[in-house]
């Protein structure tokens, strides 16, 4: 079955250092997203990227956040520095098309910044 | 604005009783879609369901049914029978197109939490 991955799929750091997540969308998949889900927002888009290209991350916290898709297998969250209020659980997700096609979920990337 | 309720914050069944989880959500576009995903303990998000607004047929898939009604606009979902399985945090989500690229976003409510006890 087609998956999107997700690394690392636990990240424990501390305050003020860097963290990268990484997602390998599903093959073929041209639209991916950064969603963020914590107990008291549940799940916030973040980010998301139609053919590599940023089509919104208003939802992102611009000063410490980052998205990038250097290529179609592989796109990045970035933060710079990172603060405790960051900790939350990251998902990736991707589709094919632009439209109301499903979204397919990668397992998350669990963060906890100390 | 885009908004999906899931007034439900937690639900507890008992085996085999039915139980329904409502959604209700707000749009002023008239071509939308509307989903269901399920996270198990595990934490992943598996999707269930996709509805557009042009079809308001309900639908049943084994034990799953869903009821979508545009002129209160909700969409609900009803699990028969219960299973200890079906234990999850249910979402409903709404997409609709954003920005200039057009392009659909989903927008989730904040979820129900379901307890199946055996």
């Known amino acids: 079955d087609a998956r999107v991955t997700q690394t690392p799929r636990h990240k424990v750091t501390e305050m003020g250092q860097e963290v990268t997540m990484r997602c390998q969308p599903i093959l073929g998949h041209n639209t991916v997203f950064w969603y963020r889900q914590t107990m008291m927002q549940g799940l916030e888009l973040l980010a998301y990227f139609r053919n590599r290209a940023p089509l919104d991350d208003s939802g992102m916290p611009k000063d410490r956040f980052s998205a990038e898709m250097p290529d179609a297998t592989l796109a990045t969250l970035k933060i710079q520095p990172s603060e405790p209020r960051d900790s939350a659980v990251y998902f990736c997700a991707s589709r094919a098309g632009q439209r109301g096609e499903k979204l397919f979920f990668g397992s998350g990337t669990q963060l906890s910044v100390l | 604005a885009q908004k999906v309720t899931q007034a439900q914050t937690e639900i507890s069944v008992v085996e085999k009783e039915d139980v329904t989880l409502d959604c209700v959500y707000e749009?002023?576009?008239?071509?939308?879609?509307l989903f269901w995903y399920k996270q198990p303990p595990s934490g992943e998000l598996v999707f269930l369901i996709r509805r557009n607004s042009f079809d308001e047929q309900n639908e049943i898939s084994g034990r799953y049914s869903w009821n979508f009604q545009k002129s209160t606009s909700s969409f609900n979902f009803t699990i028969t029978a219960s299973q200890v399985v079906d234990s999850a945090v249910y979402f409903c989500a709404l997409s609709v197109a954003r920005g200039g690229a057009g392009s659909y976003q989903l927008t989730f409510g904040k979820g129900t939490k379901l307890s199946v006890i055996p």
């Open positions: 749009t002023r576009d008239t071509t939308y879609y």
